[in-house]
Structure formats: C-alpha cells, structure tokens
C-alpha cells in the first residue's frame, strides 16, 4: 500500500504563515486608526475583557497568524453589521498587527 505523501500538507501551515502580515503591507494605516475610534472598538473589547480592552487580543494564542487576524476582523465586522469594504479590513487589522501582535511579513 502506498504512504500518501505528507510533505506538502505538512508544508501548508508554514506557507500561510510565511505570508503572515504581507496581508497588510498596503493597507492604509491612518484608515484604520480612523475606523477603529469610529466603529468604539476598544470600547466593546473594554467590556468584553475589562481594563482598556487590549487583552483580547492575545486570547490564549487563538490569534497566531495573520489570516487569523485578518478572519477575526471580518468576523467582527460581520457579526456587528458593520458592512466594511475588504480594504477597510485590511486597514484594521494592519494596526491590530503593528500595535499587538507584531506578525512578520
């Protein structure tokens, strides 16, 4: 019987990583400060977690990559029909990355 080869399913986590925050590296930063004082993020994280809201953004490493990162934003975005454009997104969560999570390009 023949093995299936596993290297590249093995390599598939490591690919999507390597293109981590690549992701953001057009997105407009100004945009996404601007949306994130708008859309009162922090404010409902703050409610969510207590103190200024920035522990939901680490919460137990559920977010370790950038397309995680990216899928929680629009997940975000979704569930409180926010209705953002895909760079809007983008911009959000490059200013997520740069300010907590720190995923390399």
Same mark, same amino acid.
């Given at each position: ?60 490493? *559920?977010?370790?990559?950038? *397309? ?10 979704? *569930? ?17 990355? *740069? ?7």
């Amino acid at each position: 019987m023949k093995r299936p080869l596993l290297i590249p399913a093995l390599a598939l986590p490591a690919l999507a990583h390597a293109q981590g925050a690549a992701l953001f590296k057009d997105a407009d930063l100004a945009l996404g400060e601007k949306l994130l004082a708008e859309h009162q993020c922090a404010q409902c994280h703050a409610r969510q977690v207590g103190g200024d809201g920035s522990a939901i953004y680490r919460p137990n490493g *559920r977010i370790n990559n950038a *397309r995680l990162l990216q899928a929680m934003v629009e997940n975000c975005s979704t *569930r409180l029909n926010l209705q953002l454009f895909p760079e809007e997104l983008a911009a959000i969560a490059a200013v997520l990355n *740069r300010d907590h999570y720190r995923f390399k390009p």
